[in-house]
């Protein structure tokens, strides 16, 4: 499954649909207090729905919103850490979430239009609260709006490049139609395709196709490398019986009460984000973390999901922060 979102992202990409991207957020927010960054979110948004990688997420549209947010005013430490604290949501943004949710279908045996539609609301609160904090921050600083290029309106930009967001349209209504999740991928790539002849300058001719596939192919490679390695671990935690010791140390320490229980669910997850990558983060705690929240009467998809949410921040948890080492890269900044 993953391998074929991975190659969709790709190839939307290619199909000059990360322009539309940005313009839509620009004309919506670009002119508001601390427009830029509010751009940075929703682009962050828009494209992390179909990327389902914060890093990626961080590369694409902080190449585009970060000098923008540095000539705006805001402080380059700032600006760089904005794009990948709003880059991370694009990892439980449907349709296509991080590979997590895939996996997270595969353990629970739960079909992944339902974890879709589940992570849906989560996901938009994430990003308001994202959202709010840039606002504040701007105003805090005092941060005015001093974009100099003529910014069109919002139903302007649709008008003249909706179409981009037909593959998205695509692949969503499939998967709720109840098409598999392959199918949906392998369709919805196809339209990105075709939704690039509609312009000159964006057409995908053989030459274009074999970049995407090129680049869809680079991105799987970190994943499968990734699960192999989590295969190992997460078959040496249930064989040795760590897991089920963990699972009592965790319902000991909690006292039998949930919310302590989380809380001590969360302090693994990040702690165990600060060297270890996001799927592997999710797969770990999930074997170790789900059964002791079960066992205090979370259903088996919410436990998924508390240990999913918490180990996003790996991408953004020091010492090893790529998303965040991408988004000071960009910035010029420590």
């Known amino acids: 499954y993953v391998i074929l979102f991975i190659f969709f992202g790709a190839f939307l990409q290619k199909s000059g649909a990360g322009k539309f991207f940005i313009d839509l957020p620009m004309a919506l927010a670009g002119k508001t207090t601390g427009g830029p960054a509010k751009v940075a979110v929703m682009a962050s948004a828009l494209f992390g729905s179909v990327s389902g ?160 596939i090129q680049t869809g192919a680079r991105n799987t490679l970190v994943i499968g490398a990734t699960l192999g390695v989590i295969g190992i671990i997460v078959g040496t935690i249930s064989l040795t019986g760590i897991g089920l010791k963990f699972s009592d140390i965790i319902i000991s320490l909690a006292g039998g009460n949930l919310l302590p229980a989380v809380l001590l669910v969360a302090v693994a997850s990040l702690v165990l984000g600060t060297g270890v990558p996001v799927t592997a983060a999710y797969l770990i705690t999930a074997v170790l973390a789900v059964p002791p929240l079960t066992e205090m009467g979370v259903t088996l998809l919410a436990a998924h999901m508390i240990v999913y949410w918490f180990s996003q921040d790996s991408n953004i948890t020091p010492p090893v922060c790529v998303a965040a080492y991408a988004g000071a890269a960009i910035a010029g900044a420590d």
């Open 53 to 212: 990688s914060a890093i990626a997420n961080t590369v694409s549209t902080g190449a585009f919103t970060i000098p923008l947010m540095k000539r705006a005013g805001f402080r380059p430490h700032v600006a760089g850490a904005i794009e990948p604290s709003a880059s991370i949501g694009g990892m439980f943004m449907p349709p296509i979430m991080g590979a997590g949710g895939f996996l997270m279908a595969e353990l629970t045996e739960t079909p992944y239009t339902h974890i879709m539609l589940i992570a849906v609301f989560p996901a938009l609160l994430y990003f308001f609260s994202v959202f709010c904090m840039i606002h504040f921050e701007a105003k805090k600083h005092r941060i005015a709006v001093t974009l100099d290029e003529e910014i069109p309106h919002w139903t302007e930009v649709l008008r003249r490049q909706w179409y981009f967001a037909l593959p998205l349209v695509i692949i969503t209504v499939l998967m709720i139609l109840g098409r598999s999740p392959g199918f949906s991928a392998f369709w919805a790539t196809l339209s990105c395709i075709a939704v690039s002849w509609l312009r000159k300058e964006t057409r995908m001719g053989p030459g274009e196709i074999w970049q995407a």
